[in-house]
């Protein structure tokens, strides 16, 4: 807020969260994974089949971590990828 | 077509009902008072701390909101107007603004408008005074001077959205209606003899307690009034054309004052009960492996799906 308040004309590009409303935002976070060569074939293998993630929403008022930021949401979840596939 | 002329005979008659209900508040336009020619007139003109005597709570929670120090901010809004000489007045050709000394009410209305309302009191020799404490204030924040830091940023503090800014000056909106703002009236939900000695009757303000009465200062977008239009908050635009037009129905009151048991000490982010009550935010995953291209080929990924909802009466943030 504040920001350029003597030159800015209307909204020009609106990225805020609109009321009344959701809005989704998707990660795609690789698991670490390795081509190993074997037989003279190469493989694909998974190094971790579990990965801790922390979602953390921060309001940033003046568009910087400068110390000013607040989190209003945190949440920490394991997801894992345990199932059997075989690469080819 | 009809039915949409049927919900507006409806909405009339509402509104003539509203408007008779809430008679008698103000009276015909006062002689403008006299301009401060001083920061200390000024300040001392709307005084709230002598409020604070009967109203000890109100006072207390005021004083932790941003509106006692709106001129100050957080701090960022004094070194703003700064940035606003700078970058803006002084650069543009037809502003008038070579020096400082050419700065007048006018300018500082770009954003005094809000910041500011009672600034029209006074002479442009307190526009510049204005902009010589804040100057002031940084320079001696610079040379590390903290006594007189502290004593300028308590004159600039002087200067805000006191009890009298809301509860006098633009407390009455459709003047022509209800009157304009008397001298010796404080404008709230009731009507009698009110203890103060200057403000010694007390009177209704129709839309004190409505959104429209926030919307004053809080925004829609440029404010075309002015010669040069600036913009800051825009939250009672995204309230009216955003919130209302989507079903909503709660006013700026019910959420900031009574929801919120903040009452005058209203907040916003720094706030954890305001926080609270701003997203609803749920968090899923779902881990697989993609056949993603030609290239890198199948990869084990995990995809987490964030979704906001923004439970709030406005765009968050706003601005």
């Known amino acids: 807020m504040g920001r350029g308040p003597y030159e800015k004309s209307g909204i020009l590009r609106e990225t805020s969260l609109a009321p009344l409303k959701s809005t989704h935002e998707t990660f795609e976070i690789a698991y670490p994974f390795e081509d190993v060569e074997k037989d003279g074939k190469t493989r694909r293998e998974l190094l971790k089949d579990e990965l801790n993630v922390t979602v953390t929403l921060y309001y940033v008022p003046f568009g910087e971590f400068d110390g000013n930021e607040v989190v209003f949401f945190e949440e920490e979840k394991t997801i894992d990828l345990k199932t059997e596939w075989i690469w080819r | ?319």
């Open chain 2, 1 to 319: 077509m009809k039915r949409a002329l049927i919900f507006g005979l409806i909405g009339c008659a509402g509104c003539i009902m509203l408007a008779l209900n809430a008679s008698g508040a103000g009276g015909p336009k006062p002689e403008p008072p006299p301009k401060a020619t001083t920061i200390a007139e000024l300040a001392e003109r709307y005084d709230s701390s002598r409020c604070a005597d009967c109203h000890e709570e109100i006072y207390d929670e005021w004083e932790e909101s941003l509106h006692a120090r709106s001129v100050l901010g957080s701090p960022r809004t004094a070194p703003t107007i700064i940035t606003t000489i700078e970058k803006g007045l002084k650069l543009f050709p037809y502003s008038g603004v070579k020096s400082d000394d050419d700065i007048t009410v006018e300018h500082l209305m770009l954003c005094a408008k809000c910041h500011l309302p009672q600034l029209d009191e006074a002479t442009d020799d307190v526009a510049r005074e204005i902009v010589a404490t804040i100057r002031g204030w940084q320079q001696a924040y610079r040379d590390g001077d903290d006594d007189k830091a502290e004593e300028l940023e308590e004159t600039i503090e002087s200067l805000n959205i006191g009890c009298m800014v809301c509860h006098n000056k633009i407390a009455l909106i459709h003047k022509y209606a209800d009157g304009y703002p008397q001298p010796d009236t404080v404008y709230g939900g009731q009507e009698g003899d009110h203890d103060d000695d200057e403000y010694s009757l007390m009177a209704e303000a129709p839309a004190i307690g409505e959104s429209i009465f926030c919307g004053q200062c809080h925004g829609q977008g440029p404010n075309f009034e002015l010669e040069h239009p600036s913009q800051c908050a825009t939250a009672y635009g995204s309230y009216l054309f955003a919130y209302v037009a989507h079903g909503g129905s709660e006013s700026c009151q019910e959420c900031h004052m009574y929801k919120s048991e903040l009452g005058h000490n209203m907040q916003s982010y720094r706030d954890d009960s305001m926080i609270e009550m701003a997203l609803d935010v749920k968090v899923e995953s779902q881990s697989l492996f993609w056949r993603k291209n030609k290239e890198e080929g199948v990869v084990p990924i995990g995809v987490i799906d964030v979704s906001m909802y923004n439970k709030s009466g406005h765009a968050i943030p706003d601005g």
